[in-house]
Structure formats: structure tokens, C-alpha cells
């Protein structure tokens, strides 16, 4: 069994900062590429950052310049650092994790954590 769970999601006055942190749990192999995406109400889930196992880095423009995606030093772990808040942010966000056990490659997806941005 593998388990993927964010937290640090929360309630936060627009400017104010958040880490989201995930962690995968269960007989892992190895971990490849992490994101984070969100999802608004009555809006399509979009991606909003991503690592890869070499490091490299992506973002949505919207997010670009206040948030940042990284590993954490346990090999399981994966943070979005958010910055500089806008009600815009407000939605579900969720860890996404490409998690190879065996000769089983499979995309595993968090229960997902609410932020909501508002004064």
C-alpha cells in the first residue's frame, strides 16, 4: 500500500505565506517527478508546479515569482512554498506523485488540502 497526504493548508489573509508539504508512505522503490496541482470550485484542475527527479523546476504563470516547488531532504517529500497570497490562490490543492514498486510505474494523487485566501 502507498499513501500520498498533504497538509499545511489553512486559512491565510491575502499577502500572507503558506507551505503545503506532502509525504508518500508504503514499500516504495523510488519516486520520480512531484507537482502540485489545484483545483478552484467550478473550475478544471490545473498544474500548478512541478519538480523532476533531476531537479528541474516548472510553474504556472500565475504562480510564478512567489512560489516555490522543491524535494525536501527525506527523498519522500515535496513542498510549495507560497508566498504573497491572492484570493485567486483559494482552492484544493493536490500532491501528485510518480512512485515506480516493482515493475509498476503509477501517478499517485494526495486526498488533497483546502487554502483559502481571504480577508
Not at 508504503?26 to 500548478?48: C, N, S, T
Not at 528541474?56 to 510564478?64: A, N
Not at 509498476?104 to 487554502?115: A, I, L, R
Request: net charge positive; hydrophobic share 30%; charged share 20%.
Amino acid at each position: 500500500q502507498v499513501q500520498v497526504a498533504e497538509s499545511g493548508g489553512g486559512l491565510v489573509q491575502p499577502g500572507g505565506s503558506l507551505r503545503l508539504s506532502c509525504a508518500a508512505s508504503g514499500f516504495i522503490d523510488r519516486i520520480y517527478d512531484m507537482a502540485w496541482h489545484r483545483q478552484a470550485p467550478g473550475k478544471q484542475r490545473e498544474l500548478v508546479a512541478f519538480i523532476t527527479s533531476t531537479g528541474t523546476t516548472g510553474y504556472v504563470d500565475s504562480v510564478k515569482g512567489r512560489t516555490t516547488i522543491s524535494r525536501g531532504d527525506a527523498k519522500n517529500t515535496v513542498y510549495l512554498q507560497m508566498n504573497s497570497l491572492k484570493p485567486e490562490d483559494t482552492a484544493v490543492y493536490y500532491c501528485k506523485m510518480e512512485i515506480q514498486i516493482g515493475p509498476s510505474f503509477k501517478y499517485y494523487w494526495g486526498q488533497g488540502t483546502q487554502v483559502t485566501v481571504s480577508s
